[in-house]
């Protein structure tokens, strides 16, 4: 005669009969088996327990980082087939966790021989600004605050106006990338209408972003003049005409056309665009 006991670890059931039932040691990590169960023998493995080994490596971290790092100490350990004591584990808890909270934007030297370059933070900021930064970003400001009236202001007045004055425009908006500036240019004055550009200069800049697809989805229409490597102010100036919102000229400083090449410059260009009859 047989009895069905179960365990309810796994869902498992072990059949045995019932003048042979022994209860059943099971062997499993302490913090695995569901609680409540009435098993006789519990033998612990050769790991300590997530609980445990939590506990032991003291980090200060929230505690759902401390017990997955736990759990990978412990499988790769199991991975192995090695036994662990929680002064072996406890240390891996440690560095793993310090990893993952550790800032990941540190100080580096720029070896490269590109002065501005991009993907090292461009141009490092003067010691006014740093001072400037520090003095404000631990407290509350007047970013959208107009202090002459109380009311709600707006964060572009605290740098439209020295822009402004610095490039002698009508207005100024500030953005934090170049092809976030093209679009939001495009979009406001040249939606539905022509911007002329050289095939010269229709690039990939930094981080995918291409000047084609920037004009499409600022919702202009490009109309591309002269060659991959040669174009000239006779090639924009038959392109220009009176569906024309703007001539875009591309500036390379990632990227150069060297050899048999030609492209006006942004001067030769700005002489071209005063001196047609259409507006751009």
């Not at 040691?25 to 609980?51: C, K, R």
């Given at each position: 005669?047989?009895?069905?006991?179960?365990?309810?670890?796994?869902?498992?059931?072990?059949?045995?009969?019932?003048?042979?039932?022994?209860?059943?040691?099971?062997?499993?990590?302490?913090?695995?088996?569901?609680?409540?169960?009435?098993?006789?023998?519990?033998?612990?493995?050769?790991?300590?327990?997530?609980?445990?080994?939590?506990?032991?490596?003291?980090?200060?971290?929230?505690?759902?980082?401390?017990?997955?790092?736990?759990?990978?100490?412990?499988?790769?350990?199991?991975?192995?087939?090695?036994?662990?004591?929680?002064?072996?584990?406890?240390?891996?808890?440690?560095?793993?966790?310090?990893?993952?909270?550790?800032?990941?934007?540190?100080?580096?030297?720029?070896?490269?021989?590109?002065?501005?370059?991009?993907?090292?933070?461009?141009?490092?900021?003067?010691a006014q600004a740093v001072a400037a930064i520090v003095a404000t970003a631990g407290v509350s400001?007047?970013?959208?605050?107009?202090?002459?009236?109380?009311?709600?202001?707006?964060?572009?007045?605290?740098?439209?106006?020295?822009?402004?004055?610095?490039?002698?425009?009508?207005?100024?908006?500030?953005?934090?990338?170049?092809?976030?500036?093209?679009?939001?240019?495009?979009?406001?004055?040249?939606?539905?209408?022509?911007?002329?550009?050289?095939?010269?200069?229709?690039?990939?800049?930094?981080?995918?972003?291409?000047?084609?697809?920037?004009?499409?989805?600022?919702?202009?229409?490009?109309?591309?003049?002269?060659?991959?490597?040669?174009?000239?102010?006779?090639?924009?100036?038959r392109a220009i005409g009176p569906n024309t919102a703007a001539v875009l000229w591309v500036h390379?400083?990632?990227?150069?056309?060297?050899?048999?090449?030609?492209?006006?410059?942004?001067?030769?260009?700005?002489?071209?665009?005063?001196?047609?009859?259409?507006?751009?």
């Open positions: 005669m047989f009895s069905r006991y179960r365990t309810s670890l796994r869902h498992c059931s072990v059949w045995c009969p019932l003048e042979a039932y022994v209860a059943p040691v099971v062997v499993a990590p302490a913090d695995d088996l569901p609680q409540g169960d009435n098993l006789v023998g519990v033998v612990q493995g050769p790991y300590p327990s997530v609980d445990a080994l939590v506990r032991a490596a003291h980090c200060e971290a929230p505690r759902a980082l401390i017990v997955q790092a736990a759990r990978l100490a412990i499988a790769e350990r199991r991975a192995t087939g090695e036994p662990a004591s929680i002064d072996d584990l406890a240390p891996l808890v440690r560095v793993r966790v310090g990893a993952v909270v550790q800032p990941s934007i540190r100080r580096v030297l720029n070896a490269t021989g590109v002065v501005l370059h991009t993907n090292l933070g461009r141009a490092p900021l003067a400001t007047n970013l959208e605050v107009d202090l002459a009236t109380g009311r709600r202001g707006s964060r572009q007045s605290h740098v439209a106006p020295l822009l402004v004055e610095l490039l002698g425009c009508e207005a100024a908006l500030c953005v934090n990338n170049g092809a976030a500036a093209i679009l939001l240019a495009l979009a406001a004055h040249a939606s539905g209408r022509e911007v002329v550009v050289s095939r010269v200069q229709l690039v990939e800049i930094g981080d995918g972003f291409r000047i084609p697809d920037v004009l499409a989805q600022s919702g202009a229409c490009l109309v591309e003049v002269g060659t991959t490597n040669r174009t000239r102010c006779l090639d924009y100036g390379p400083s990632n990227y150069r056309v060297v050899g048999f090449a030609e492209s006006p410059s942004l001067g030769e260009l700005r002489s071209l665009c005063d001196s047609t009859a259409y507006r751009c």
